[in-house]
Nanobody
Framework: QVQLVESGGGLVQAGGSLRLSCGTS????????MAWFRQPPGKEREFVVG????????DYADSVKGRFTISRDYAKNTVYLQMNSLKPEDTAVYYC?????????????????WGQGTQITVSP
């Protein structure tokens, strides 16, 4: 079992920055790859970024490339999402997700563990 706890959400003006954190506990000594997903109002949940346990490789959705950065602190069992140049269309509930395995996946069904979600609202 892996438990995920997100923090860092809130309200920000367009152009601003926020950093989300996802603390993990439980089965963290095994290989666990991580990702962030988001669900905009009235829309399906979508992949934002993933990071592989094996080599730290990452993959970003086109909509966030160049603005968002994922990082992982293995010592603290924490994954971060630095979000810069935020836009109103980034408004969503952001979820941290974990899956046993050495590589991330862009498909939410591949993730067994989810955080509770944190709201990000970007005002114009």
């Amino acid at each position: 079992q892996v438990q995920l706890v997100e923090s860092g959400g809130g309200l920000v003006q367009a152009g601003g920055s926020l950093r989300l954190s996802c603390g993990t506990s439980g089965r963290t000594r095994s290989s666990v790859s991580m990702a962030w997903f988001r669900q905009p109002p009235g829309k399906e949940r979508e992949f934002v970024v993933g990071i592989s346990w094996l080599d730290g490789s990452t993959d970003y959705a086109d909509s966030v490339k160049g603005r968002f950065t994922i990082s992982r602190d293995y010592a603290k069992n924490t994954v971060y999402l630095q979000m810069n140049s935020l836009k109103p269309e980034d408004t969503a509930v952001y979820y941290c997700a974990a899956r046993p395995g050495i590589r991330y996946s862009i498909y939410q069904n591949d993730y067994a563990y989810w955080g509770q979600g944190t709201q990000i609202t970007v005002s114009p």
